[in-house]
């Protein structure tokens, strides 16, 4: 009988903010989980404290702060996309058993001194995309299509993107030695086809199963869990339970 661990952190990607997790909570919530949504500074309904001074390091406070403030122990993280990042930092801050496993969710998959300007291969390209807004450097949003929503899917991720903080994504990540150690590793892949295998160009090869990790593929869009929502809960759901990857 699988024993799921109970806490789980939802950190949403770029440009996005808690809403994006609404079609996955009460299902995760039904399978008995404490989940909660977070929405980080300067994005979302939090898009009106967006300053110059917001950055990779503020994201990873927020998620900090949360864990404080709700007591909560022996925590999964679920970091999509960008989103990733910020999980990663919270674990280097943290470590075992605070934080018991890291999910990636289509996310690049960090090292020491990287951002996501390093970790992208579309990074290099940031700084020409950069834009002014009240005095903030910007990143506007993107193309909701693009992320694999459709129909009136679309429309409502269309109406709800906010501009992310450049700062945040060309903010080193510092990672120290042992960060990780102990902290279950799991990569969930979204792909709508076998040409999609790197649509987004993001470096898997620190996906390691030998090591440990365990790696899962769902057939989705960029944004799982707005495209493929029940398939994301049951990933979700056989990530944090405690068995074997073959099991």
Same mark, same amino acid.
């Given at each position: ?6 806490s789980?952190?939802? #950190?949403?990607?770029?440009? *996005? ?11 995760? @919530? ?5 989940? $909660? ?6 994005? +979302?309904? %939090?898009? $009106? ?9 503020? *994201? ?13 122990? +022996?925590?999964?993280?679920?970091? *999509? ?8 930092? &919270?674990?280097?801050?943290? /470590?075992h058993?605070? =934080? @018991? /496993?890291? #999910? ?11 951002? #996501?300007?390093? &970790?992208?291969?579309?990074?290099? %390209?940031?700084a ?11 990143? %506007? ?9 459709? +129909?009136?899917?679309?429309?409502? &991720?269309? @109406? ?9 994504v060309t ?8 960060? !990780?150690?102990? &902290?279950?590793?799991?990569?969930? /892949? ?12 993001? !470096?898997?090869?620190? =996906? ?5 990790? /365990?790696?899962?593929?769902? *057939? ?28």
């Amino acid at each position: 009988m699988r024993t799921p661990d109970n806490s789980l952190i939802l #950190i949403h990607g770029a440009q *996005h903010g808690g809403w994006c997790w609404r079609k996955t909570l009460g299902p995760l @919530r039904a399978l008995g989980y404490d989940v $909660h949504a977070i929405t980080l500074t300067g994005l +979302g309904e %939090r898009a $009106h404290l967006l300053s110059p001074d917001v950055d990779l390091n503020t *994201h990873i406070t927020d998620v900090l702060a949360m864990i404080e403030t709700e007591e909560l122990n +022996g925590v999964t993280l679920v970091g *999509h996309s960008y989103g990733g990042m910020v999980a990663a930092g &919270v674990t280097a801050r943290l /470590r075992h058993p605070t =934080v @018991r /496993r890291l #999910i990636h969710l289509d996310s690049p998959i960090p090292a020491d001194g990287d951002s #996501i300007a390093t &970790v992208t291969p579309f990074g290099d %390209r940031l700084a020409q995309l950069r834009e002014e807004f009240d005095g903030v450097g910007v990143l %506007r949003p993107g193309d909701a299509a693009a992320m694999g929503v459709h +129909g009136d899917d679309l429309a409502w &991720v269309r @109406r709800r993107l906010t501009a992310h903080p450049y700062a945040a994504v060309t903010t080193p990540l510092h990672l120290p030695d042992g960060w !990780d150690d102990g &902290v279950e590793q799991v990569y969930i /892949r979204c792909v709508t086809g076998p040409e999609d295998q790197t649509r987004l160009g993001l !470096d898997l090869s620190r =996906v390691d199963e030998s090591a440990g990790w /365990r790696y899962f593929e769902l *057939h989705s869009g960029h944004d799982a869990m707005i495209d493929a929502p029940d398939g994301l809960v049951t990933l979700l759901d056989k990530a944090c339970a405690a068995e074997s990857a073959g099991s």
